[in-house]
């Protein structure tokens, strides 16, 4: 079967960094994304990694390894916004694109 | 630039009744559409996708469906819901190759009463 593993819950405190890993094991692979979805709100797009490394945007960082079926999303400097549910989902499992979802890692910050 | 409407916001529906579900999207031509729900606190479901006008990929059996009368116009429809239908409803779109990222609508909150 296809599955991706993710912790359901991380937290962390104000200021500091936090990684929410993701370890995947799919058919097919093309690369894997990373959304974040505010509790009531639709998820949003953060990120997409298709080859090894890290990818840097800003605050965030997503990191790939193929050979491990692995990635992970850093999160710098927290925010209270950054109080969200954090999917790590793998493009190309099906066809057209379909993403294979993760279950979601619900992040909570502490002041 | 694209964007994506969806809606009602919300809906409360009483078991038996139909559903009719809005998505569209601009500013872009041949999107792959998509269906998901979400119970609260969970991952997301794929229902239906899309690559084309009359174009349904149906995921999920169920009492649910899907129709693309136009090319950037998704709905999500049932004769009659049951009481397992409610849930977060989301809509997005996905060019066909390039950017991967999906962009979804801002979700449909249905109950089923």
């Known amino acids: 079967g296809q599955s991706l593993e993710q912790p359901s819950e991380v937290t962390a405190v104000e200021g500091a960094i936090v990684q929410i890993n993701c370890t995947y094991q799919?058919?097919?692979?093309?690369?894997l994304s990373w959304y974040q979805q505010h509790d009531g709100g639709a998820p949003t797009f953060l990120s997409y990694n298709a080859l090894d490394g890290l990818e840097e945007t800003g605050r965030f960082s997503s990191f790939l390894s193929r050979s491990d079926s692995y990635g992970y999303l850093l999160l710098q400097e927290l925010q209270m916004k950054d109080s969200a549910s954090y999917f790590c989902?793998?493009?190309?499992?099906?066809?057209?694109?379909?993403?294979?979802w993760g279950a979601g890692t619900k992040l909570i910050i502490k002041p | 630039s694209q964007t994506i409407h969806q809606w009602p916001a919300t809906l409360v529906q009483p078991v038996g009744s139909p559903l009719s579900l809005e998505c569209t999207v601009e500013?872009?031509?041949?999107?792959?559409l998509y269906w998901y729900r979400q119970a609260a606190g969970r991952g997301l479901q794929l229902l239906f996708y899309?690559?084309?006008?009359?174009?349904i990929s149906s995921e999920v059996p169920q009492n649910l469906s899907a129709s693309r009368p136009q090319d950037r116009q998704f709905i999500l429809s049932s004769k009659k819901l049951l009481l397992s239908d409610s849930g977060f409803y989301l809509c997005?779109?996905?060019?066909?190759?390039?950017?991967?990222?999906?962009?979804f609508g801002s979700g449909t909150r249905l109950t089923v009463v």
């Open positions: 500013g872009t031509s041949n999107p792959n």
């Open positions: 997005a779109w996905s060019r066909d190759q390039g950017n991967p990222g999906y962009t």
């Open positions: 989902a793998v493009n190309g499992a099906g066809s057209n694109y379909q993403l294979i």
């Open positions: 799919t058919s097919g692979f093309y690369g």
């Open positions: 899309s690559v084309g006008i009359g174009q």
